[in-house]
């Protein structure tokens, strides 16, 4: 599932958020979360795990770099308190000022 496309520029390192709460059984919660960014020729985006929230319903991450003019798929893999996986993606275009 495709959760957001969000432009950013080279410089820039934004912090964003993913909030599992509506997907998570009852008294599940997030243990851990892979970022993985989907090879391009040019550049990278890095994503960069920040924090489990106190809930650990949600999770925020740092995005960083890219090359101006390209978008970058990044693939999200959580893992449950119950051993459940879920994949995301999240696309990025970076744009100079």
């Known amino acids: 599932m495709r959760l957001g ?35 391009t020729n040019t550049g990278t985006i890095n994503c960069i795990a920040d924090a489990i929230s106190p809930s650990a319903t949600s999770v925020s991450f740092f995005a960083s770099g890219g090359t101006d003019g390209q978008t970058y798929e990044v693939r999200t893999t959580m893992t449950t308190s119950a051993n459940q996986i879920k994949q995301d993606t999240i696309l990025f275009a970076v744009r100079a000022l």
Do not use: G, H, M, N
């Open 5 to 39: 496309k969000f432009t950013k520029t080279p410089d820039e390192a934004k912090r964003y958020e993913i909030d599992y709460s509506d997907w998570l059984d009852t008294s599940e919660y997030v243990s851990s979360i892979v970022f993985a960014t989907i090879s």
